[in-house]
């Protein structure tokens, strides 16, 4: 199977949901349109990371759930692992080796999350944080880019 894999990041607030859910439902309908299956990878650190996943839920309810799995991605454990397990389609940790500050594991899945997927969708409006962070990231490993921010859909 062709497993084409999407990375989700944005920042902590949003101001524009209305906006952002247009954009990413037209976005998403069209991937799984053209795509096989389609993997998404998503953190749960800010108000984009769950506004985001309850878009994809009812895009779900919409054109059902063969070609495509939302994964929450976790830089580590956490106290509510079993609701995620059930709102989720799979829960992946992070983990990384040794001791290391939250934060810091925050960043090195980050990366990770940004290393694998063929399509960086994003919603950075300001110079700042952990979601331009990432952008940076993957404009360097030169990944495809959708800023939902800034960019025309």
């Avoid at 993997?39 to 919409?62: M, P, Q, T, W």
Wanted: charged share 30%.
């Amino acid at each position: 199977m062709n497993v084409y894999k999407v990375t989700l990041f944005g920042h902590r607030e949003l101001y524009e949901h209305r906006k952002i859910e247009e954009k990413l439902t037209a976005i998403f309908l069209d991937l799984l349109r053209e795509r096989q299956y389609v993997e998404i990878y998503i953190g749960r650190n800010g108000e984009f990371d769950i506004f985001a996943a309850s878009v994809l839920k009812r895009i779900r309810k919409r054109v059902g759930d063969s070609n495509y799995g939302i994964n929450l991605v976790l830089p580590y454990t956490n106290k509510d692992i079993e609701y995620y397990e059930q709102y989720y389609d799979s829960v992946m940790i992070y983990e990384c080796i040794g001791k290391i500050h939250p934060k810091g594991a925050i960043t090195k899945r980050n990366r990770w999350m940004v290393e694998q997927c063929d399509l960086f969708i994003c919603y950075v409006e300001h110079k700042g944080g952990g979601a331009y962070t990432a952008l940076q990231y993957a404009e360097k490993l030169g990944k495809k880019i959708i800023n939902i921010a800034t960019d025309e859909y």
